[in-house]
């Protein structure tokens, strides 16, 4: 059982708080427009400096089935990547003699031990101490919390025991400002984990923390306005925010050194209150558990499901496995664009337009083993050629740093093969058909103004060079380059399962994909031709494959549809997939009980199990950088109609569907 001890002072514990804040959904887009400068302090020197956390160490004392855990919350110095940058103030946890870390300390206990927590409260203002009551197993809510209020100068005490194995976030935050809409003062949180009892340790068993820590002066902005509309306004746009693994930065996060044949167990915890779909180049990755506030209200994935993104809710946490089969330089970000943009304090001095990512990137640096791979015979290649091309005479609304939508010219790969080229003539980029096992050579003919890349999303393609991330993907010396204006690059590999996946560009990917530079990859079986009844719904900023006004999609009654969704927009993290039988759209609407049936066929073009392709309702999650196969089997003639909402019903597109 939880209880909360108060010593010191006057003030009585509040209890178990039921959800420790107001819901992260009305704040997405304002915590990812914060604005504001990195502000510096008269006491600077006087304050310590934030150590960024690897969380390989475990805090506290464990002994006789009791973790006896001292935290001090203090003001601190955050001097993100180095002494370069300004540094700001914020709140930050440390042990008794140690400096002060961001996450704070990893607290890791067997499951079945006590967990003792002593916090002190060295700021000036009074901390509320969260663990979740998770922890203890004696709830079905994902977003109860146990709490402790502590007041300034004095000690709490909170104990608690770890039932429940799981991955899980403690935090603190201070009344008002900010705090309230971000629910966690500074970066007072870190990651708890309870380890299932008797399970002998894993290698390469990690834990990852993210983090968006605000400055001071986006604090200020955000506390001034407490309301998701400023999103629109601020100043200096997306300066503000620091979003960080481990306390870090791409390209200052840890490069994670793995050998072909490795089995890779990693936690991954949300300590923000933004969603972060985090994807895996090159590979999947197994969910082997996930848990946490929002779960139930996105869905979570079944146990063991393989993706190459998966959606992480603000507070949740997953545990997932993957192994390299290859070698090679490979990237686990945020599919959250805008989480890894840079401004003009993140930008390297060599990045003056801004193009390269930034914040929440982890590097794999994989090695080989003895051995030689193998190549496909060179003849037996298949030759296409995507030609990148700008539309000086359309444009449309593309968001270029510090923020702003600007009216800048729409861009597009037309694709070639054999003299046939297939033109989009829009914002869009033209499907890509594959068959599995077929060798591509792929020539990508730069004709824009400015440097490009293209990344094959989900794809697992033999030779990381061909990844797509300029001066990271490779080995060695061997690394991608941008291809320039004028220049071109030819990526090879060959499918080796069928499905759906996305191919888009790797710089500056906020306003180029914006502006079009992505498009759908079907990896077909060998001798299957494409279906007249399956249909491509790929959704990014503006529409529904390039067109804010998409055409009515014709089906046919008895006959199964496949229908294949992607999500590649620059804001809508949180979009709902729904087909339903209603006669007109509402512009809200937070229950539809006309919604049709489907089967789920495969996530990120992975095949699920036949137990997870049963009938259900035909609404469905899709994050940025995630992909969905459905089945329906209209049933009669009439209308339907596939909509896209957002996390409280509001519409964003629909697709008018007729069935013949």
Known sequence: MFSAQYENSPVAP?????????????????????????ATSAFHGALPVLQPNRNVERAGVLRNGVLTVTLEAKESLFQIDGPSRLPT??????????????????????????????????????????????????????????????????????????????????RATTPGGANAVTLLAGVLAGALVVDTAGAPARPNDRVFVIMATLDSAAAAHLAESRSPAFAVGGPNGFEGIAFTINGRA??????????????????????????????????YYRVDAFGGPGA?????????????????????????????????NWIFHCHFALHNMPDSMAAAANDPRMRDMVGLVLGVNVAGRPGVRGTADPERYRHLRLVATVDSLRTIAVLNPPGRYIPEPSMRFILEEHGRRVDTKRPFSPELDLIRGEPVSITIVNHLPEPTSVHWHGIEIEDSYMDGVPGVSGEGTRLTPEIAPGDSFEAR??????????????????????????????????????????????????????????????????????????????????????????????????????????RRLAKDGFDLPPAQQLPRAARQLVSMGEMYDFEYTPVRQGTLRLELRGPEGQLIFRVPIRVE
């Open 250 to 283: 791409w390209p200052n996060t840890e490069r994670m050194p793995a050998n072909v044949g490795d089995s890779l167990h990693w936690r991954v915890m949300n300590a923000s209150n933004v969603p972060h779909p985090m994807h895996l180049h090159g590979f």
């Open 296 to 328: 139930d209200q996105f869905g979570h994935p079944a146990p063991g499901q393989m993706v190459v993104t998966q959606l992480l809710p603000p507070w949740a946490a997953m545990s997932m496995t993957w192994s390299p089969d290859r070698p090679g």
């Open 14 to 38: 509040n209890g178990v708080a039921a959800n420790g804040g107001s819901s992260p959904l009305r704040l997405l887009a304002a915590l990812a427009l914060l604005s504001g400068t990195l």
């Open 89 to 170: 103030t914020v709140e930050a946890f440390s042990e008794p003699g140690k400096r002060p870390q961001m996450p704070g300390p990893l607290v890791r206990v067997p499951q079945g031990a006590q967990i003792r927590f002593s916090v002190r409260n060295s700021l000036s203002s009074p901390l509320t101490f969260f663990v979740p009551a998770s922890v203890h197993g004696d709830t079905d809510s994902t977003t109860a919390l146990d709490s402790v209020l502590v007041a300034p100068g004095a000690v709490g005490q909170l104990v608690t025991r770890a039932k429940s194995p799981g991955n899980y976030v403690y």
């Open 493 to 598: 590999f060959t499918p080796p399962r069928s499905g759906t996946f996305m191919y888009h560009a790797h710089v500056d990917e906020p306003r180029e994909e914006q502006a079009g530079l992505e498009g759908a990859v079907i990896v077909r079986e060998p001798g299957v031709a494409p279906s007249p009844d399956e249909h491509e719904f790929f959704f990014k900023g503006g529409g529904i494959n390039g067109e804010p006004n998409p055409d009515t999609v014709v089906l046919h009654a008895g006959r199964p549809a496949r229908l294949r969704f992607f999500n590649l927009a620059n804001w809508e993290v949180l979009t709902f997939f729904s087909l339903t039988s209603r006669p007109d759209s509402a512009l809200r609407l937070a229950n539809d009980t006309l919604l049709v049936r489907w």
